[in-house]
């Protein structure tokens, strides 16, 4: 069946980085595009960014460029996702969803798990 | 960027009643409004693409309609596993943004 499995939980202190890696299987890989998606503690969904899977095209939420960066492995069908300089505020559930096939604007079909990211001191 | 609210913020409903919830947008959206069911503890799980079509596996007492900047999702007889929190996403404009939520709980 189609699915995305994403990597286990992640303790961070602030300033440091997390990547957190996201699998699919049960479908071709490239023919669409992963989209990350975070919910902090007791919040709504905001959405972090999206990668291509066949090229190297990225579009990223404003007010996380410079310190996000997604890429996708081909050969393992794994996207991932780095977030740098990590804040408290940036604690926070990491979902990867996979876009219907329509790119960056379009609606997400399915739903990795979840990661959850906890930066503390 | 596109602003998207919802009401109520929770709504309460006994179980085999019907739950309406609304979605609106601070400009047009047209048809590219989705919906999604959030279960405690889950990840979210598509329900509604193009405004008013079920996802795969959706049951039929999911319905939708809508077009522009105003949305609605109705449940017709909620059961027990239709409690959870209902988002709304509109896909039209960058950045694709969400509803805040709306948390539909047992009456």
């Known amino acids: 069946q189609v699915q995305l499995v994403q990597s286990g939980a992640e303790v961070r202190k602030p300033g440091a980085s997390v990547k957190v890696s996201c699998q699919a299987s049960g479908y071709t890989f490239i023919s669409y595009g992963i989209n990350w998606v975070r919910q902090a503690p007791g919040q709504g969904l905001e959405w972090v960014g999206w990668?291509?899977?066949?090229?190297?095209?990225?579009d990223y939420a404003q007010k996380f460029q410079g310190r996000v960066t997604m890429t996708t492995d081909t050969s393992t069908s794994t996207a991932y996702m780095e977030l740098r300089s990590l804040r408290s505020d940036d604690t926070a559930v990491y979902y990867c969803?996979?876009?219907?096939?329509?790119?960056?604007?379009?609606?997400?079909?399915?739903w990795g798990q979840g990661t959850t990211v906890t930066v503390s001191s | 960027e596109i602003v998207m609210t919802q009401s109520p913020v929770t709504q309460s409903v006994s179980p085999g009643e019907r739950a309406t919830l609304s979605c609106r947008a601070s400009q047009s959206v047209s048809s590219n409004l989705a919906w999604y069911q959030q279960r405690h503890g889950q990840a979210p799980r598509l329900l509604i693409y193009?405004?008013?079509s079920r996802a795969t596996g959706v049951p039929a007492r999911f319905s939708a309609s809508g077009s522009g900047s105003e949305f609605t999702l109705t449940v017709s007889s909620l059961q027990s596993e239709d409690f959870a929190v209902y988002y709304c996403q509109q896909y039209n404009n960058w950045p694709p943004t969400f509803g805040q939520g709306t948390k539909v709980e047992i009456k």
């Open positions: 990668t291509s899977t066949y090229n190297d095209n990225t």
């Open positions: 193009g405004a008013s």
């Open positions: 969803a996979r876009d219907g096939g329509g790119g960056v604007l379009w609606f997400l079909d399915v």
